[in-house]
């Protein structure tokens, strides 16, 4: 079960702002102040010649992790688009916890604590002035398509929207956004779903393995192709013991320590019964012509 935060006091706005993207586009999300992750994936960016105004960050950069300034001055210098996520939100107003939707006295709200409680602690007022800066939504062009970026969902940031998420629920919030698709963050475990020409994808975390029983970490490329286009979802290996280890030297929950380094999360009490089945089942990289 999950319970989805009131954000009265930052409500989503009406019009949101647009930008046309030629090229492939890359998304990531869940950072989670891993700051190995957030450098690998800024060379494999580079690496793939995509400049950072073709990439955006799908929120949540600070969470679990060892590294919550470090991380988010690496984002803002790398100078990609980035909406906000329940974290940035929570830490940007120094909220009492991290707002992800946890259901009370879960194990995943327990856990939360304490690292919520570390990055609160660690970030400056630089870090919350760029948090609250943040918008909620970024409507993307790439070729004859329209997408919602978005947190969790258009209608709520915490929302968790996995792969088994009915389609109906999906397509509910696709037409409430007004555009063709909607690429959201926040569920941790990478997906794309179509139908009936539309789209809803989720790059996965950058910061946290997909519960696949391995180290790697996930993003995405939309890659234009004539009428269509290419959605790829992609692994990235990058140096999950030195993460692990600042982690386990800080005083951070072990569990999710442990989980960079196993690829199994210390808890799923938010996954739904299909994904709890393909816990511990290495993803594969994915290839999908939304056409």
Not at 88 to 106: H, I, K, N, V
Not at 193 to 200: D, E, M, Q, S, V
Request: aromatic letters at 8%; one cysteine or more; charged letters at 20%.
């Amino acid at each position: 079960m999950q319970k989805d935060i009131e954000v009265a006091a930052s409500p989503a706005p009406q019009q949101h702002a647009h930008l046309a993207m030629d090229g492939p586009v890359l998304f990531f999300g869940g950072c989670y102040s891993n700051l190995e992750a957030t450098l690998a994936l800024w060379r494999e960016a580079a690496r793939l010649g995509i400049r950072p105004g073709n990439i955006v960050c799908t929120g949540d950069v600070v969470a679990y992790c060892a590294d919550p300034v470090a991380t988010v001055d690496a984002v803002r210098d790398w100078g990609v688009h980035a909406i906000m996520g329940n974290c940035e939100e929570a830490l940007g107003w120094s909220r009492d916890d991290c707002g992800c939707g946890f259901e009370e006295g879960t194990a995943c709200e327990v856990l939360s604590i304490d690292w919520y409680a570390y990055a609160n602690g660690a970030l400056g007022d630089e870090q919350r002035i760029w948090m609250r800066s943040l918008p909620r939504r970024l409507d993307i062009s790439i070729g004859n398509r329209r997408l919602a970026v978005i947190h969790g969902s258009v209608e709520s940031i915490n929302r968790f929207v996995f792969a088994s998420t009915p389609w109906a629920d999906k397509d509910h919030e696709i037409t409430k956004s007004g555009c063709h698709g909607v690429v959201g963050g926040h569920s941790g475990i990478p997906f794309s779903h179509a139908a009936g020409g539309k789209l809803w994808h989720n790059s996965g975390a950058l910061g946290m393995p997909a519960n696949d029983g391995t180290s790697r970490v996930w993003f995405s490329l939309f890659v234009p192709n004539g009428d269509g286009i290419d959605v790829r979802l992609m692994p990235l290996q990058y140096d999950a013991g030195t993460a692990a280890r600042k982690m386990r030297d800080r005083g951070l929950p072990p569990g999710y320590a442990e989980a960079l380094e196993t690829g199994l999360w210390p808890s799923c009490d938010v996954l739904p019964a299909v994904e709890l089945t393909h816990r511990g089942n290495a993803l594969a990289p994915d290839d999908l012509c939304w056409a």
